[in-house]
């Protein structure tokens, strides 16, 4: 029987490939979308299968992620897999930025990668719970909440959040069946960080590249599957060895 997958910031890059993942292995799937309706769409009308849903709203707040999570599990008849995809990444230079835009940037970042995500796996938490299904929820972080990122602090101190939230819950939900990790991505080829892939950051990794959208929701698909459940509490870095810890 297919599982009912909730992908938040799925209009476009990782968000996508994760969608099409789940979606290629008879998954359906709800793609989640905050500003870029559009895309959204296109992500949609590109999934294999049947069952997929459009979803969109703003996790920033928690009435949007109540709105998000009732969406979905009215759509999917619940949701069984969660994937934390959603975030912003917005520059913040110490020496360049004022202190109210460092303020501005930190409410903003804090409240879509931490607090929303949070929010999110709480309510597909207590769904999963309510149906007791062995549920899945995996969050994506960054090679940054290690490695550090001098230019997008609030970004790096958030995917940390993510990570240690991920760790926190696989404790909490493992008495009900539900394993929960994290995938933590060095540089990915997406629209969003196209113009900061140099030849610098490429050779970063031994293998002389940034990894692609699906390498990324191929450690996803692991992650959540039935078979992956003694890893819960994982923390996977994906970043082509350019970062080791």
Do not use: C
């Not at 997929?52 to 998000?68: K, M, N, R, S």
């Not at 897999?81 to 970042?109: F, G, M």
């Amino acid at each position: 029987m297919s599982r009912g997958v909730l992908v938040t910031g799925a209009s476009r890059g990782i968000g996508r490939a994760v969608a099409a993942a789940f979606a290629a292995d008879g998954e359906r799937v709800a793609v989640h979308y905050s500003r870029r309706r559009d895309e959204a769409e296109r992500t949609l009308a590109a999934l294999s299968g049947a069952g997929h849903v459009l979803i969109g709203g703003d996790i920033a707040t928690p009435e949007g992620a109540q709105a998000v999570v009732a969406t979905a599990v009215e759509a999917l008849g619940g949701v069984d897999v969660l994937v934390n995809n959603a975030a912003v990444n917005l520059a913040q230079p110490v020496a360049e930025i004022s202190y109210a835009d460092w303020q501005r940037v930190w409410r903003e970042t804090v409240d879509v990668n931490l607090v929303g995500t949070a929010n999110v796996s709480f309510l597909v938490a207590r769904n999963m719970i309510e149906r007791g299904v062995p549920g899945r929820i995996v969050n994506i972080g960054s090679r940054g909440a290690y490695r550090g990122e001098p230019d997008h602090v609030a970004y790096g101190a958030t995917k940390a959040g993510v990570q240690a939230l991920a760790q926190s819950l696989a404790v909490a939900l493992a008495p009900y069946g539900i394993g929960v990790a994290a995938v933590a991505p060095g540089f990915v080829a997406t629209e969003r960080v196209a113009e900061r892939v140099t030849d610098a950051v490429k050779g970063q990794s031994p293998f002389g590249r940034v990894a692609e959208p699906h390498e990324i929701a191929a450690a996803v698909r692991y992650l959540a599957s039935v078979e992956a459940i003694w890893s819960s509490g994982t923390v996977l870095d994906a970043n082509g060895a350019s970062y080791l810890r």
